[in-house]
């Protein structure tokens, strides 16, 4: 059974940097598909980014382009999350996500089939 497990997060001032990590045991990491979403309070879960599992396909969603960036590393089960000039609307609870050979969309939640717990970030203005 796959598990993911989240770690990173924590308390900035608007404009610093955070770098998110997604750790998945228990499953063969090279052939899933990751994602990070997010959920603030009284908010729906959002797409935040997408890799693919060669690495090759990257997205991210429109709230975070350009500031945020999602990379891999396969030797370490390792997913990770890199958060550039963060805004107060960044704040949440950022949620690792996982699938293997997706039927849905990729920025969809319901395509993913195993979550971590999450990690908080809370962004100050």
């Known amino acids: 059974q796959v598990q993911l497990e989240e770690s990173g997060g924590g308390l900035v001032q608007a404009g610093a940097s955070l770098r998110l990590s997604c750790v998945a045991s228990?499953?063969?990491?090279?052939?899933?598909?990751m994602a990070w979403f997010r959920q603030a309070p009284g908010k729906e879960r959002e797409f935040v980014a997408f890799?693919?599992?060669?690495?090759?396909?990257?997205l991210e969603g429109a709230s975070v382009l350009g500031r945020f960036a999602i990379s891999r590393e396969d030797a370490k089960n390792t997913v990770h999350l890199q958060m550039n000039n963060l805004k107060p609307a960044d704040t949440a609870v950022y949620y690792c996500?996982?699938?293997?050979?997706?039927?849905?969309?990729?920025?969809?939640?319901?395509?993913?089939?195993?979550w971590g717990q999450g990690t908080q970030v809370t962004v100050s203005s």
């Open positions: 890799i693919s599992w060669s690495g090759v396909h990257k």
């Open positions: 228990g499953g063969t990491f090279s052939r899933m598909d």
């Open positions: 996500a996982a699938v293997v050979d997706p039927a849905g969309t990729v920025v969809a939640d319901s395509t993913y089939t195993t």
